[in-house]
């Protein structure tokens, strides 16, 4: 099994639709990340989490929520989607930083179209 | 703020050639991480290598390599003897020390190898 799973794979919804997209991870990291790919702009921080009480907003924010429901789960819901939430959108963990520079794991991603 | 800026948006190399993509970034910060990830078609997101910025040395992951100035801001990376699976769209990151609550990436390079 991965070792950080996101679902579903691939998401068409309508306009006005509430959506959530779900990730769990088996690595024991204590943080989580949801970014949000799009072409010629690359990944960017929409929420990042450092444990189960600690939410934190990133550079774009606006049009989501977050939910950490437990130290392996964290969630993105977009609560009335429109057509530009149409983007690759990412789960990833960290170790905590004063172990070492060992980057990210991430999710296989997942492709939302908003129609 | 932190940015980090690719400025080839497509490469293109042929097979067992060697093919070197741009990066730099802008920061105040002394002591940081750098990482280049790997995005081939399936869109999983595969850490390639990473260089501390208090090394001086160069890091070096079999056939990919960095060459990074430091007071220069850059980082590229260096794929010798390129191969048909190292076609894939490849992103630069910066991350500061100590935080490790975001990444800053690049707008990413798609390489393309020709057989």
């Known amino acids: 099994d991965a070792d950080v799973t996101q679902t579903p794979r691939n998401r068409i919804t309508k306009t006005g639709k509430r959506i959530m997209l779900e990730c769990s991870q088996t690595?024991?990291?204590?943080?989580m990340y949801w970014y949000r790919q799009d072409p010629g702009l690359g990944l960017r921080l929409i929420y990042y989490s450092f444990d189960v009480k600690d939410i934190n907003k990133g550079e774009i924010s606006d049009g989501y929520s977050v939910s950490r429901q437990a130290q392996a789960k964290f969630s993105l819901s977009l609560e009335s989607a429109i057509p530009n939430q149409t983007a690759l959108y990412f789960c990833?963990?960290?170790?905590?930083?004063?172990?070492?520079?060992?980057?990210?794991?991430f999710g296989s991603g997942t492709r939302l179209t908003v129609v | 703020a932190q940015t980090v800026t690719q400025s080839q948006p497509e490469m293109s190399v042929q097979e067992a050639e060697t093919v070197t993509l741009s990066c730099t970034y802008d920061t105040s910060e002394n002591n940081y991480y750098l990482f280049w990830y790997k995005q081939p078609p399936s869109r999983q997101m595969i850490l390639v290598i990473r260089q501390e910025a208090y090394k001086q040395q160069n890091a070096t992951e079999n056939r990919f390599s960095v060459n990074f100035q430091k007071a220069a801001k850059s980082f590229s990376l260096k794929i010798s003897d390129s191969q048909l699976g190292d076609t894939a769209m490849y992103f630069c990151?910066?991350?500061?020390?100590?935080?490790?609550?975001?990444?800053?990436f690049g707008t990413g390079t798609s390489l393309t190898v020709i057989p």
């Open positions: 690595k024991g990291h204590d943080r």
């Open positions: 990151a910066f991350m500061r020390q100590n935080t490790g609550n975001q990444f800053y």
């Open positions: 990833a963990t960290s170790d905590s930083p004063f172990a070492g520079p060992s980057g990210y794991t």
